[in-house]
């Protein structure tokens, strides 16, 4: 079955970094879309990025262009988000997500998501 | 720049049957998009996709007692005989090419 693991949140002081991972398995990762989105602590979702099979488009919120880099290694089922100039607001659980095929589409399985915690 | 809204809250007994609404915005009334449901400190999980037609797919093992239709720019998740693990937040979400769009999300309560 579909499996999304991500990893990589924790505490981090305003301005540090963090890289975040997901570890896909059950289905062809090379041929899926991926997205990061995140959830503030009581607050609904947000759309962060999209990256498409190859990595060669990718897409990303205002709020975190130029801060966050996107990216993945189909060798490895694993998509990546490298997370710069952290701010308070980027407090949040983050879910890697799956689209329903190649392109965009809608989101057909969630990770369980990894909580970063941006704060002095 | 879709806008998609959705009631903060909505509550019905056990056993009963509740409508939740997504409403699209002016022009993007064509507008297909997917049900996600949260329960209370889990990830979210994909319900169905919901075009403008009502023909809606739905994700593995998503019991018969969820239904999507659609009228116009709203689009509605059914869910009849309602359960106490229905008791979640239901978001609904829409999509581009370069941009997800989700609604505020509807907090259901089971009384």
């Known amino acids: 079955q579909v499996q999304l693991v991500e990893s990589g949140g924790g505490s981090v002081k305003p301005g540090g970094s963090l890289r975040l991972s997901c570890a896909a398995s059950g289905f062809t990762f090379s041929d899926s879309y991926m997205s990061w989105i995140r959830q503030a602590p009581g607050k609904g979702l947000e759309w962060v990025s999209d990256i498409n099979t190859s990595g060669s488009a990718i897409y990303y919120a205002d709020s975190v262009k130029g801060r966050f880099t996107i990216s993945r290694d189909n060798a490895k089922k694993s998509l990546y988000l490298q997370m710069n100039s952290l701010r308070a607001e980027d407090t949040a659980v983050y879910y890697c997500a799956k689209h329903c095929r190649s392109t965009s589409c809608y989101i057909d399985y969630w990770g369980q998501g990894t909580l970063v915690t941006v704060s002095s | 720049q879709v806008v998609l809204t959705q009631s903060p809250s909505a509550s019905a007994s056990l056993g009963a049957s509740v409508k939740l609404t997504c409403t699209l915005s002016?022009?993007?009334?064509?507008?297909?998009i997917a049900w996600h449901q949260q329960q209370p400190e889990k990830g979210p999980r994909y319900l169905m996709k919901l075009d403008s037609d009502g023909s809606h797919i739905k994700g593995d093992g998503m019991p018969d007692r969820f239904s999507g239709s659609s009228s116009g720019a709203e689009r509605y998740l059914t869910i009849s005989s309602l359960q106490s693990e229905d008791e979640a937040d239901y978001y609904c979400?829409?999509?581009?090419?370069?941009?997800?769009?989700f609604g505020g999300g509807t907090k259901l309560t089971v009384l």
């Open positions: 979400q829409t999509w581009g090419t370069d941009i997800h769009v």
């Open positions: 002016s022009g993007h009334s064509s507008y297909a």
